[in-house]
């Protein structure tokens, strides 16, 4: 089974987008899916519910509750861990046990770069992180490639104490699929195909880290 958890100390950071395309993914794959949504808001939960109809479901977990590691069910491929927004350094390292691999990401924009960069070097310290037990990396999110912002913004990323493993392109795609509760790998448009493109490096990388 391969284990993900999305963590960041920053609300808006698109983290519930990541989780819930990636499990999108894996369960349009023919994966058996589940989907731990730990934040009180129950956003991931709620996209799973509006999903639950498609052949490519997703099981939600109340991450909120102490024993949804018992609820996992038997025959799970993928799981996928959303984190509340604040999520801290000593949060994330409770749940380093559960997963093979950490994702962070992270916005273009001064606030958030400034926000983000003592949290990643925060987790970039944790034990199993620093010992290469569990796999982390920055996911660089909505970016816009041709603004010189965007550009900028990528290059202090890289600066940081975790690698940039991603760099997914800002697109209002994600937020109507999202409300739907399907996400852009249940399309075929010719409009979907570049932003789908834009994930083959992070399920690559992720598909090393499981292995």
């Known amino acids: 089974m391969l284990k993900v958890l999305i963590a960041s ?12 395309h990636l ?3 894996y369960a349009v794959e023919g994966r058996n899916t589940v ?19 498609l052949a ?7 991450g909120t509750r102490r024993n949804w ?4 069910p038997d025959g799970t491929d993928r799981l996928i861990i959303d984190t509340p927004a604040g999520t801290s350094a000593e949060d ?8 093979d691999a950490l994702l962070i990401p992270v916005l273009p924009s001064p606030f958030d770069l400034e926000a983000c960069r003592p949290f ?41 104490a975790l690698p940039v493993v991603a760099q997914l392109r800002d697109t209002q795609g994600y ?20 932003h789908q493109d834009d994930w083959k490096p992070l399920l690559k990388w992720l598909k090393k880290s499981g292995s």
């Open 69 to 72: 590691r018992e609820r996992i």
């Open 23 to 25: 499990a999108a993914h």
């Open 56 to 62: 490519s479901a997703v099981l939600p977990l109340d």
């Open 175 to 194: 937020v109507v699929a999202t409300g739907l509760g399907k996400s852009l790998f249940d399309y075929h448009a010719e409009s979907v195909r570049s």
């Open 92 to 99: 994330v390292d409770e749940l380093l046990d559960d997963v």
């Open 120 to 160: 990643v070097e925060a987790v970039a310290g944790l034990n199993r992180i620093k010992r290469g037990k569990v796999a982390a990396g920055i996911v660089a999110n909505r970016l816009r490639p041709w603004t010189h912002a965007s550009q900028l913004a990528l290059e202090e990323m890289q600066g940081f």
């Open 35 to 53: 989907l731990v949504d730990c934040d009180r808001l129950a956003s991931s939960r709620h996209w799973c519910e509006r999903r639950a109809g």
């Open 9 to 20: 100390c920053k609300g808006g950071c698109g983290k519930t987008t990541l989780a819930t």
